[in-house]
């Protein structure tokens, strides 16, 4: 969209995008402007899935697939009708391709490029990590590169260096559970539901943090000694486990909220920790934290306490855009076309897993899948 002067010539582009996400078990589609530096959601809907999941106890792949095919059209058009810009106003139309579950990503980036043929747009293919990555710009203060980025969702627990140039480096990584992984498998084992992460976080407000003693889960180098920056949620859950079944063979009840304290505590001490850690061993004062695992109450805080102690400010996305959205998405396609990017491929597909690092190449003329 643009704004015309008095001889009808457009004076300012205000770049306005359909974005949609169905890489798991969210639907969602938005409608966002960018004038400057300036962010608009002009509209934002989810539709989720959780519920149906639940009764599973997790994510199955073929009834998420089937559940974003019947949702998105409502959500497309619901999207559009409230933001008040009519599909021929776009100035391009994004989902997500990749990482994710093949089938959901395929009904979300047909849907866009279908969209974008109709409407001849271009279509912007968006990297889910780089989507969580921009959610933070819809905060009230977001931050300016140099920063690192704490990444912590169901699938991903990662620190990222995120240079001026806009170079990302990744510095740390779990070597087994991402930390909302780890939430749900505790969770159930708890007899909490799905998903796990707002299940302990509701539950822990009643319980003792301090009560069981569990372990911080580091990584050893095979020289000696451990990688700063890495995690390992393994052991943590075994640790649970361990607790969980001596306490079965008491007479009282499972004292669940306080096992739901100390758990979630122990992973907000390790995160903050090592982000702080890692801000202050590369001379970096800032640090963004993004991701659905970031929408934790007790981790938001203590970040952002122990963030001001240290001399740190603390960017987290807000809560509305912690768990998957198409706000997100849409935000990192208005970076792209900011950035010179025209558009992807109508032949692009989409793909389970695609690094982070490797996401330019989802512009190029030769799709890489
Ligand atoms: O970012 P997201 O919606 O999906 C992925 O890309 O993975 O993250 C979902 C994860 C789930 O593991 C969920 O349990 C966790 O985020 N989560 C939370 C909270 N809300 C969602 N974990 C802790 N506390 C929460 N309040
Ligand atoms: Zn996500």
Redesign the pocket.
């Known amino acids: 969209m643009s704004l015309q002067d008095s001889r009808g010539v457009p004076s300012i582009f205000m770049p306005t995008v359909l974005a949609l996400e169905t890489?798991?078990d969210e639907s969602a589609a938005a409608v966002l402007c960018q004038e400057g530096d300036s962010l608009t959601v002009l509209s934002h809907g989810i539709a989720s899935q959780v519920e149906e999941h639940a009764r599973w106890g997790g994510v199955v792949p073929e009834i998420a697939s089937r559940r974003h095919v019947e949702a998105l059209p409502n959500l497309v058009e619901q999207a559009l009708e409230d933001s008040g810009v009519m599909a021929s106003d776009l100035d391009a139309v994004a989902a997500t391709v990749a990482p994710?579950l093949v089938g959901a990503l395929m009904v979300g980036s047909i849907t866009g490029r279908t969209l974008a043929a109709l409407h001849q747009k271009p279509f912007l293919a968006v990297h889910?990590?780089e989507?969580?990555l921009a959610s933070v710009f819809l905060a009230s203060s977001p931050p300016r590169a140099p920063y690192i980025v704490l990444l912590v969702?169901?699938?991903?627990t990662e620190l990222i260096r995120v240079d001026r140039s806009g170079e990302m480096v990744r510095l740390g990584r779990s070597h087994d559970d991402a930390a909302g992984e780890a939430f749900d498998k505790v969770a159930r084992l708890i007899g909490l539901g799905y998903p796990g992460g707002p299940a302990i976080q509701s539950l822990a407000v009643h319980g003792d943090s301090k009560r069981f003693v569990l372990p911080k889960g580091r990584v050893s180098k095979p020289e000696g000694g451990f990688y700063p920056y890495d995690f390992s949620f393994s052991g943590l859950k075994t640790a649970m486990l361990r607790q969980v079944q001596m306490l079965e063979s008491e007479p009282d009840d499972l004292p669940v909220a306080d096992l739901a304290a100390s758990f979630e505590q122990i992973v907000a001490d390790v995160l903050v920790e090592r982000s702080l850690r890692c801000c202050l061993d590369q001379g970096i004062d800032h640090l963004v934290m993004v991701?659905?695992v970031a929408a934790n109450q007790r981790l938001r805080s203590q970040m952002q306490d122990e963030g001001q102690a240290r001399g740190i400010s603390v960017h987290i996305a807000p809560l509305a855009y912690c768990?998957?959205n198409a706000a997100m998405v849409a935000v990192a396609a208005l970076r792209r076309l900011s950035s010179g990017v025209e558009a992807s491929s109508l032949q692009l597909g989409v793909s389970a897993r695609w690094p982070l690092e490797k996401s330019l190449s989802l512009y190029g003329s030769n799709p890489p899948f």
């Open positions: 890489s798991c994710g889910h990590l989507a969580h969702s169901g699938g991903h991701g659905g768990t998957d």
